[in-house]
């Protein structure tokens, strides 16, 4: 293979992404350069029409495309490419850099920050970018609660927002806060987003181009079908390099790999192990197989609940035991998982945080350690007065079988195989369980209409928004609204390490604030992390020359703290990127930083998280 490093326009001075992205540092942007073949592609017949274009293949709706509301991943993953943020973080080593802000400091009682937001930063309908559009889109967060829908967790402890002038934002804070150089909330246009009534019900969705400042504008959607982009000439990072970038929904997997072997999509994410081996194997396809920076896990209902204090959902009162949490939790075998249904390509679970962020990471030790023990587990519920009548079956208070329901997303074939182990554990243990697939669970989820369901978060090296969604604040005002809440934990020891760990700026105590909070939430039985996925994807080197993982060595490239991979992504063929793979590859891509990319200095170590769902479906 002849391998060869695109050169990329030198960006004018950094900024930084959102999920677990990075890129720009000292040495420039790293890319792998893979060959371009002549095919009857996608990429080949755009080429004819004068243009090429990167088509991502999807299994997630879209939520909405109003920042406001949105929280799935593949929503805020096209959010990171239409908005800008005030910091970035580094796609090499995940420091915090310049985005909107190019420069920022706090008072000395850490509770007045200034940031200096760049004058080189345009809409895309040609109106300048300003201080006055960051007041604008915090404010309007802190003073409506339907505005506060995806993001109030960072805004929930500002005072005050000013702009004094175009270039200066001030934000007062009640108390000290820790991630003010990880505020990953996309900034608006004042101009456009004022001109909104209900915030609560507007989608963003009614006129195209939609107005951003990133390095992407939204050009057309249609629902369940697909979202088209096209390049922001007028970026100041450097406009990308395809001409348009499409985001293309496959409810089936295989289907969407088909379409990649056709090459009638450019790239193809959350890849099942059997997928992954078949296209390791496949002329002019790179698979991507890396550390990933989710985790997958069980989730109970604890009893859906409002700010209000009424109860609304019909999770089985059952769940509501902890010996019976215990007993299902001692029963899963997360190495026959990984083994099995990962097949290897991923890590056993056990703390909330995945290992790739080894300072926040912690597991459970000893005592407290819940091993796969079906015996104990038996042990457990025949203890709690939960005995097996004639027919074997676990009875419960009511003196009804104990039966249990568990969402399952429909395009995550790890759902359907993981729930076929659990029906045959928990069946051994005299316990039911129907595994519900549906193209969307987010309906039932938000009524609180599930006993368990399968749960899954990405993460940043800064977890504190993953860390506040199980916060007592994040549920819904009243049973007809919608919170920030994943599965209705409300737990006043978790909220009171979570506001410690807020505040804290040293990064050891922080640091072990944040491994007390995943003990407590381990502790409470809630939720059950199975295990750490890798990310499987794959892409074809005749359309995509090279592209950016994040992190830089063995990084993801779906799904990132930012738009390094399709910003930087190189159509095969062209001037800047063009080399010679005569095969498949069969291993991940490892993405450097070459030559003149990016310069950035500066910047503190604070990041942050987003969510899953279908194989994303709730993030």
Request: glycine share 8%.
């Given at each position: 293979m002849v391998t060869k490093v695109p050169s990329s326009p030198l960006p004018r001075r950094g900024r930084r992404p959102r999920r677990t992205a990075r890129l720009l540092l000292a040495a420039?942007?790293?890319?792998?350069?893979?060959?371009?073949?002549?095919?009857?592609?996608?990429?080949?017949?755009?080429?004819?029409?004068?243009?090429?274009?990167?088509?991502?293949?999807?299994?997630?709706?879209?939520?909405?495309?109003?920042?406001?509301?949105?929280?799935?991943?593949?929503?805020?993953?096209?959010?990171?490419?239409?908005?800008?943020?005030?910091?970035?973080?580094?796609?090499?080593?995940?420091?915090?850099?310049?985005?909107?802000?190019?420069?920022w400091s706090a008072s000395a009682d850490k509770l007045t920050w200034t940031y200096t937001i760049r004058e080189d930063s345009t809409w895309s309908d040609g109106k300048p970018a300003t201080a006055e559009d960051a007041a604008w889109t915090f404010n309007k967060m802190m003073t409506d609660p339907n505005a506060a829908t995806a993001n109030g967790s960072f805004t929930a402890n500002f005072a005050e927002v000013t702009a004094p002038d175009a270039k200066t934002l001030v934000i007062r804070l009640k108390k000290p806060q820790a991630t003010m150089t990880a505020l990953d909330v996309p900034i608006v246009p004042k101009h456009v987003w004022e001109k909104v009534g209900d915030f609560s019900k507007f989608n963003n969705d009614r006129q195209f181009p939609i107005v951003g400042n990133g390095p992407f504008v939204i050009t057309d959607f249609k629902v369940d079908q697909y979202i088209k982009l096209k390049p922001n000439k007028t970026f100041w990072r450097g406009a990308p390099k395809f001409d348009e970038l499409v985001f293309k929904y496959y409810k089936d997997g295989d289907a969407a790999v088909a379409a990649l072997q056709k090459g009638e999509v450019s790239f193809v994410p959350n890849l099942t192990p059997a997928q992954a081996a078949a296209l390791k194997t496949q002329k002019n396809v790179r698979v991507n197989d890396a550390p990933g920076r989710r985790f997958y896990a069980l989730a109970t209902n604890p009893g859906a609940r409002a700010k209000d204090g009424k109860t609304f959902g019909n999770g089985h009162p059952a769940l509501l035991d902890p010996a019976v949490r215990r007993a299902l939790f001692l029963s899963v075998d997360r190495?026959?998982?990984?083994?099995?249904?990962?097949?290897?390509?991923?890590?056993?679970?056990?703390?909330?945080?995945?290992?790739?962020?080894?300072?926040?990471?912690?597991?459970?030790?000893?005592?407290?350690?819940?091993?796969?023990?079906?015996?104990?587990?038996?042990?457990?519920?025949?203890?709690?007065?939960?005995?097996?009548?004639?027919?074997?079956?676990?009875?419960?208070?009511?003196?009804?079988?104990?039966?249990?329901?568990?969402?399952?997303?429909?395009?995550?074939?790890?759902?359907?195989?993981?729930?076929?182990?659990?029906?045959?554990?928990w069946g051994a243990l005299g316990i039911g369980l129907t595994v519900e697939c549906l193209d969307s669970v987010s309906d039932p989820w938000v009524k609180g209409d599930y006993d368990l369901a399968f749960d899954g978060w990405s993460v940043n090296p800064d977890p504190d928004y993953v860390l506040s969604i199980h916060t007592c604040g994040t549920l819904p005002a009243t049973p007809k609204d919608t919170g920030a809440t994943d599965n209705f934990i409300c737990d006043k020891e978790f909220d009171t390490l979570y506001a410690r760990q807020a505040v804290e700026y040293d990064t050891a105590k922080r640091a072990d604030l944040v491994k007390r909070m995943q003990s407590r939430l381990y502790d409470t039985g809630y939720m059950n992390i199975m295990a750490y996925p890798n990310a499987l994807e794959a892409y074809r080197t005749d359309q995509i020359a090279s592209i950016t993982t994040m992190p830089e060595a063995a990084g993801n490239l779906w799904g990132q703290d930012g738009y390094w991979s399709w910003w930087s992504a190189v159509p095969a063929g062209s001037a800047s990127g063009s080399g010679g793979d005569s095969g498949s590859s069969s291993t991940g891509i490892a993405i450097g930083i070459g030559a003149a990319v990016v310069v950035v200095a500066g910047g503190l170590l604070l990041l942050r998280t987003r969510r899953r769902a279908t194989a994303d479906d709730r993030e």
């Open positions: 420039g942007l790293g890319t792998a350069s893979l060959a371009a073949l002549p095919a009857t592609t996608a990429a080949a017949e755009d080429d004819k029409s004068g243009g090429t274009t990167l088509t991502v293949a999807v299994s997630q709706s879209i939520d909405s495309l109003s920042p406001f509301l949105a929280q799935k991943l593949t929503s805020t993953s096209i959010h990171r490419l239409a908005y800008e943020y005030l910091t970035n973080y580094d796609a090499k080593d995940a420091r915090t850099v310049p985005a909107f802000a190019t420069e190495a026959t998982l990984v083994d099995k249904v990962f097949q290897g390509h991923a890590v056993e679970g056990e703390g909330y945080i995945p290992p790739r962020f080894g300072s926040y990471y912690w597991k459970p030790e000893g005592a407290q350690k819940r091993s796969y023990d079906p015996a104990a587990a038996a042990k457990a519920l025949d203890a709690a007065g939960y005995r097996r009548n004639g027919d074997g079956k676990r009875l419960g208070k009511d003196g009804r079988p104990l039966a249990f329901r568990i969402l399952c997303h429909a395009t995550d074939p790890n759902d359907k195989a993981v729930g076929k182990y659990l029906q045959e554990w």
